[in-house]
Every structure is written in structure tokens, then in C-alpha cells.
């Protein structure tokens, strides 16, 4: 570990808290404010009927005639995410509208200013990002009750119904129980350090169990989520202006830069967790130049920077692969394997997803077009990325790195 970093075996709260992480809910924003101040009510207005505003072609309309608002006096972090969540859900409608291909390539000035300045603040790029509507696009309708799906909601919705409640919120709920692995870390970071085999294969073991559950919580999108929903009406709104040919050029933000600019939508690699656990496990997504290491290392710039700064720091720490390796101890190898196909299987899992919701009903809907029109639609994902491609090689990059060849 390099000279001046903190140590992997601080208190274990302590490292998480200290990356912005809750122990609850994880990377998750922990109780989201559902109302913005008194000030931005022309915001929360338009954001909690954007359905109905689209539906009577009045969206466009209502939104350029918002005052400039500044967001000076949206105080402390729970209010600016709010803030951003509500301007990610405007800016994705005003852009996409009714999802007919009727796009705006400009985004007017009343609403790009403090989106823009707000993202600042945040650190967060000016699109609607993961980490507003999955992490930080939820409440619980009892504040007694568990964070279970039936308990739960989602703070504002596009079209589309309840599609996107259930993505959301399945995503949300993935995210924690997937964060009980997360919890494991500080406990691996301490066995490698005293040299506890006994206990590092505890821990492994641990984390390969709790990614099993987040498997099959993943299975909750079937009960939720419509394929056709998702693709025709739900994925249009999540598009972003990266590698879409819609806008080739991206979206000029009026009063903020004289030039377009590109940012990918809302995607699954935003999460930090599964990055995290590549990190840890020593599995090299991000080594070398190809897509897929690429693709994974820009979606890094659109999670929290506390979060960004965690990887960092799991990626200073003590390697557990190299440490396992060393030991020739046949079950403790076995543990770390057993780690990786419990990631490998979740990979796999979502995978199947992507062929049900966004591959199927692809070639369903363009059953009419030519051959030579298809590939390149099918495959672009909310990310602006040839997205089979890099979970093909995210998947088989996490395979071969089992200690123990199939």
C-alpha cells in the first residue's frame, strides 16, 4: 500500500461512513427527502405529473416557462439530491417527450443553469444517473415498516405505469441485499492483514452466500416489469446522449457551454457495488483498452464521488487474490472461487434479463425493418454502448478468474 493512504483495517464503520456508505441501505441515499422546498415548487410540479403532461402534449410548454431558479437554497446533501433527481426526471422528458423521436436538442437555459450548477455541487454529471433514480428515487409508505417491494415506492414516474416503479425499485432492493457483501469487506481486509486464513475463509464464503440472495431478489423484476413496457416506453426515458443517433451530437445545455455535450443515460454499470467486488476479488474489468474496460471506467465518473473514492481505495488495498494464491490452502481457494461464481451466476442472471426486456422485444417491434438496421438498435444500451458486447466480456473476464480451471 502506497505511503499515506489510510489503513483497509480502520474500524469498519468507520472506512464505510467515511465514503458516504450506510450501513443500512449501503450506497443507497438513506431516507430520501420526498418534498423540495417552497421555492422549487415549479419543479416538483411538472416532476410529479410528467405523465400526465406528456399525455396532453403540455410538457414542453409548462417547462419553458419555469423561472430560473438558483439552487442556493437547496441545503445539505439530501435536499440537493432531491433537487437533482426532480431535474433529471424534467430534463429526460423535455428531451424525449412522447418517445416518438420528436427530440429537442436543446435544453433551455431556465432549467440547464441550475441543473448544471447543481450537478456541480453534487459531483454528479446533468443527466439522470443511477444514482438518482434508483438510489436516491425511493421511500417507504410505512417509516415503521421493512424496506420491502410491497412497502415501498418510487418518488416520481415516467410513462409507462408501474414499469417503472418495479425497475427501480427491484434495482434498489438488488443494490441492498447485494450490500450485505459489502458489509463482509473490512472483515477480509483484517484476516488478510493477521495473516487469518481461517477467518478470510469465513468472510469469502460470506460474501459468495449473500450475492446468492441478491440473485435471487434480482427474480422480483418478472413480477414487476413488463418487457414491452420497459423497452417501448421506460428505456426511451433512460436514454442519454452518448453514442445515440438520435443526437449525434449530444444536447446543448443553453447558458451553460456554447457546445453540445454527450453524457450516457441511466445504467446497471453505474453501481458501485459490483465494481467494488471486482476490485476486491482482484478481477481486472478495467485492465487494458477495450470496450468493456472502458465503458466500465466512464461509468465511475457518473457514480457519487464519495463512491468513485471508495474503488480508489479498495484498489490501494492489500490483494486478496495475490494473498489466497500464496497460501496453497486448498478450501481457502476454494471460498475465493466460490466468491467469483456467486458473481459470475448473478452476471449470467442479468444477462437473461437483457435478452427478455430489451433483446426479445426488439426484434419483436422491428420484425418489419432490414437485417442491416436491426444489430445496431438492439444492442445500444440506455449507456450508449454496444452494451451484449461488454457484458460478454464482463462475464468472461470474471470466469477466468477462478483459481481453479473448469
Not at 357 to 383: C, F, H, M, V
Request: glycine share 8%; proline share 6%; with cysteine.
Amino acid at each position: 500500500m502506497a505511503q499515506g493512504k489510510s489503513s483497509p483495517v480502520e474500524s469498519a464503520w468507520h472506512i464505510l461512513k467515511k465514503y458516504h456508505i450506510d450501513e443500512d441501505v449501503g450506497f443507497a441515499l438513506p431516507d430520501p427527502l420526498e418534498e423540495l422546498p417552497a421555492a422549487y415548487d415549479s419543479w416538483t410540479s411538472i416532476a410529479k405529473n410528467l405523465t400526465k403532461l406528456i399525455e396532453d402534449d403540455q410538457l414542453r410548454a409548462e417547462v419553458e416557462k419555469v423561472p430560473q431558479l438558483s439552487t442556493d437554497d437547496l441545503k445539505g446533501h439530501r435536499e440537493q439530491r432531491l433537487g437533482h433527481l426532480a431535474l433529471g426526471y424534467i430534463v429526460m422528458a423535455y428531451v424525449w417527450n412522447k418517445g416518438d423521436g420528436d427530440v429537442r436538442t436543446v435544453l433551455p437555459r431556465n432549467i440547464a443553469v441550475p441543473y448544471c450548477e447543481l450537478s456541480r455541487k453534487l459531483g454528479l454529471p446533468p443527466i439522470l444517473v443511477y444514482a438518482d433514480c434508483v438510489l436516491a428515487n425511493w421511500k417507504k409508505k410505512d417509516p415503521s415498516g421493512p424496506m420491502t417491494y410491497e412497502n415501498m415506492d418510487i418518488l416520481f414516474s415516467f410513462p409507462g405505469g408501474d414499469c417503472g416503479k418495479g425497475f427501480f425499485l427491484v434495482s434498489l432492493l438488488v443494490e441492498k441485499a447485494a450490500f450485505s457483501a459489502i458489509k463482509v469487506i473490512p472483515r477480509v481486509f483484517r484476516a488478510v492483514q493477521h495473516q487469518d486464513q481461517d477467518a478470510l475463509q469465513k468472510a469469502l464464503l460470506d460474501i459468495a452466500d449473500h450475492l446468492g440472495k441478491a440473485r435471487e431478489v434480482f427474480k422480483k423484476i418478472h413480477e414487476h416489469v413488463d418487457p414491452n413496457l420497459f423497452f417501448n416506453v421506460l428505456r426511451i426515458y433512460l436514454s442519454g446522449w452518448k453514442g445515440n443517433p438520435q443526437l449525434p451530437e449530444g444536447l446543448l445545455y443553453e447558458g451553460v457551454w456554447d457546445t453540445p455535450k454527450m453524457f450516457a443515460g441511466g445504467s446497471a454499470g453505474q453501481s458501485s457495488i459490483f465494481q467494488c467486488l471486482d476490485v476486491l476479488l482482484g478481477i481486472e474489468q478495467t485492465a487494458g483498452k477495450g470496450p468493456a474496460a472502458e465503458f466500465l471506467l466512464d461509468m465511475r465518473t457518473y457514480m457519487p464521488p464519495a463512491h468513485q473514492d471508495f474503488l480508489h481505495f479498495l484498489e490501494w488495498s492489500p490483494s486478496v487474490r495475490k494473498f489466497v494464491i500464496s497460501t496453497d490452502n486448498t478450501g481457502l481457494q476454494e471460498a475465493y472461487d466460490k466468491c467469483v461464481k456467486a458473481l459470475e451466476s448473478l452476471r449470467s442472471y442479468h444477462l437473461g434479463i437483457v435478452k427478455k426486456y430489451i433483446l426479445d422485444p426488439a426484434k419483436w417491434s422491428r420484425r418489419n425493418e432490414t437485417a442491416e438496421e436491426q444489430p445496431e438498435e438492439e444492442n445500444r444500451g440506455t449507456g450508449g454502448t454496444d452494451f451484449m458486447s461488454v457484458l460478454k466480456t464482463v462475464k468472461k473476464t470474471t470466469s477466468q478468474s477462478l483459481l481453479k480451471k473448469r
